[in-house]
């Protein structure tokens, strides 16, 4: 019944920006902690930001000055702005409801060098 659906993903070159977005259905969004994961080709999923119902982030060392979490929780979305992009931020990312115990289908990032 809950539906995670990602957007914002795409094609941009390193040093560039892009923001990803979650719009999760449901009455119950502002009572769930929402994560975002990527997953490179060949490697597992990784957690990469998390915000609380209280709005605490937290990040992966990866991505740590670079990336920002946050929730809109009237509009039901959370949103992932990703600045200075590199190559490596290469992947699939998804973000998923820990309460809800849900996921999006996931966006795609290609960052090319």
């Known amino acids: 019944q809950v539906q995670l659906v990602e957007s914002g993903g795409g094609l941009v070159q390193a040093g560039g920006s892009l923001r990803l977005s979650c719009v999760v259905s449901g009455r119950f969004f502002k009572f769930s902690s929402v994560d975002w994961y990527r997953q490179a080709p060949g490697n597992e999923r990784a957690l990469v930001a998390t915000?609380?119902?209280?709005?605490?982030?937290n990040y992966a060392d990866s991505v740590k000055g670079r990336f920002t979490i946050s929730r809109d929780n009237a509009k039901n979305t959370v949103y992932l702005q990703m600045n200075s992009l590199k190559p490596e931020d290469t992947g699939v990312y998804y973000c998923?409801?820990?309460?809800?115990?849900?996921w999006g289908q996931g966006t795609q990032v290609t960052v090319s060098s």
């Open positions: 915000i609380t119902t209280a709005g605490s982030t």
């Open positions: 998923h409801a820990q309460f809800l115990n849900a």
